[in-house]
């Protein structure tokens, strides 16, 4: 079961669509208007709780994808993942994090889930999500 495709609470749209090339817009840790992990890794969550909220955001990329193409039939890769970590400035498990969404990824979508990925830590994340994700995906007509 996917999450309704949270709505956007700025100026930009979830997803952008270039020729064969799907861009979807950064999803934190929320499902259906919650967010579900709140505060920093590493200090008031561990990575484990990381990962879980990674996969919050992954799912969350998926239904924007589904949303964007009318079926996840039409998806042929998972091209790039971008990961966001509100964390303590000594954390060094940022990459590990966000395997909770490339882990999705791969699960979902087998070899074609295979992505390359940037985990960056940051100091804060919009409404105290834990982590963010965005995604750019190669599809299909």
């Known amino acids: ?57 992954g799912l969350n990329l998926i239904a924007a994808l589904r949303q964007a193409l009318g079926s996840l039939d039409r998806v042929r890769q998972c091209l790039r993942l971008g990961g966001f970590v509100n964390c303590d400035p000594e954390f060094k498990l940022v ?13 979902i979508f087998g070899a074609d889930g295979a992505h390359v990925r940037t985990a960056v830590g940051v100091a804060t994340l919009p409404r105290g999500a834990a982590v963010e994700v965005d995604a750019i995906f190669a599809v299909g007509d």
């Not at 990459?95 to 699960?107: E, K, R, Y």
């Open 95 to 107: 990459p590990q994090v966000i395997n909770g969404a490339s882990d999705l990824m791969h699960q």
């Open 1 to 57: 079961m996917l999450p309704d495709v949270p709505v956007p609470i700025a100026n930009f749209v979830p997803f952008r669509r270039e020729g064969s090339i799907l861009f979807l817009a950064g999803q934190i840790c929320e499902w259906n208007g919650e967010v579900r992990y709140i505060g920093k890794i590493g200090r008031e969550l561990d990575v484990a709780t990381g990962q879980a909220a990674a996969r919050v955001c």
